[in-house]
């Protein structure tokens, strides 16, 4: 499965979607995560990390002044914001190769703002519909990509349309 789409109707919905994630996800995924300002890419995230075990007293916020925060859970949770960037230059002085792909999920808000690409095994895109809806689509870039759509396709009901 390369591509797989759904929508969700809340913010508490999108949580679950992004624990959902974060639950089947193991070590080294990156996710690259795009979406309009208010998107929800910050509410997914919060949900990857309650996935990955990250305490709830834990705040997760978006890191857009500090670029990167770390998370303990059971695999950490590195989340990254490039609101403020624009060139891998300025992402590499942050060490983000020796965190992607390593011994935690990589999650970066804002991946389409960087002038070249990043490996990734997975991108979302989320796109604000009326109210609080919002439709997900996932592509999967490699193996581990496609085998976590198909389970996320097993456990989450894909949305029409």
């Given at each position: ?53 990250v ?16 998370h303990?859970?059971?695999?950490p ?7 403020r ?5 300025d ?12 011994d ?37 870039h ?17 949305s029409?349309?």
């Amino acid at each position: 499965m390369n591509s797989w789409q759904t929508q969700t109707g809340s913010p508490e919905e999108t949580r679950r979607l992004g624990e959902l994630l974060g639950g089947l996800a193991g070590a080294g995924l990156v996710v690259l995560l795009n979406g309009d300002l208010g998107a929800g890419k910050t509410c997914f995230a919060q949900g990857v990390a309650r996935g990955l075990g990250v305490p709830s007293g834990v705040p997760v916020t978006s890191p857009s002044y500090s670029l990167m925060n770390i998370h303990q859970g059971r695999v950490p949770f590195y989340h990254f914001d490039l609101y403020r960037l624009s060139r891998v230059d300025d992402l590499a002085d942050l060490g983000y190769d020796e965190f992607a792909e390593g011994d935690g999920l990589t999650l970066v808000e804002w991946a389409d703002r960087m002038t070249e690409a990043l490996d990734a095994s997975i991108t979302v895109f989320i796109d604000p519909r009326a109210e609080q809806q919002r439709r997900f689509r996932f592509d999967a870039h490699d193996d581990r990509g496609r085998a976590l759509l198909k389970q996320l396709d097993q456990h989450w009901p894909s949305s029409p349309g």
